[in-house]
């Protein structure tokens, strides 16, 4: 057997069935773990996986398991088209030991793993379709816009929700940060807010009157006044890099739907948002 051969024997290739979309497009930002905000998205399907057919029955789960593809470990090389970084890392630095102390990869739910694959469970609003095509409205995702899905699976909560098991380093969800937003910047997000607010006027999108493109532009584009409590939201789980978290004054960016919002630590568990900038 070759050396290519040997290579093909241990790796799996699965489809992408379809694409995860959200306001949010960047890493930077994202909660690190699902349900820790709840932020509407969609799961477009892609064909043949976006057949109504298939997903006969799973409105009667509560909540779904995705299983994705950390799609932005990549690295440039040489001007061409972005290859993936697939060298092994053993151990990783979890921000939630603060970024300094070393564990093993497979001890972590760390991006930078051998597949390249990420598992979360979301709540599933309902399954929509659109011109024949069905689409999922979730909410709680850790996923951000573009990201990938391999597989579908619903949630089962006799056996998926094991109330004895023991969560290593990670026993309780992180605690918040208090979060402000100068006035200034609360100016400037009304101003964009305004803007297409007279279209949606904050009612639940009803994607059964819209075509997909509406539903994307409202999805990732349309900054609605509610958004300002998703934008708190997302902040306060700090998502600055862990041996940065003491530094005041240390300004941050975070990219959400068509803006970017700019916030930096002004006093000990304190996060300020300075301003907030439409995306040119």
Known sequence: M???????????YAPIVGYHRAPLSQK????RQPN????????????????????VGLESFSHIWISWQFHHNYKAKDNAVNEADSSFRPQVRPPRLGGNQKIGVFASRS????SALGLSVVKLERVEVIQGRAFLIISGADMIDGTPIIDIKPYVAYSDALVEAES????TAPELLEVTITKAAYEQFLALANTGQAINNEKEINIEQDTFTTLMHQMQNQLLLS?????KALIAQDPRPAYRRTQ?????????????VSFQLIAVDELQITAVV???
Do not use: C, W
Not at 45 to 52: E, N, Q, S
Not at 227 to 231: K, L, S, T, V
């Open 2 to 12: 070759s050396g290519d051969d040997a290579q093909l024997d241990n790796h799996h």
């Open 168 to 171: 290593g380093f990670a026993p």
């Open 278 to 280: 439409e995306v040119m």
């Open 28 to 31: 930077f930002g994202a909660p």
């Open 36 to 55: 820790l905000v709840v932020l509407t998205s969609v799961i477009e399907m892609l064909a043949p996986y976006d057949t109504p057919e298939a997903f």
């Open 111 to 114: 991006m930078y793993r051998p």
């Open 227 to 231: 958004d300002i409590d998703i934008i």
């Open 248 to 260: 005041i004054n240390m300004p941050f960016t975070m990219r959400y739907k068509s803006v970017d």
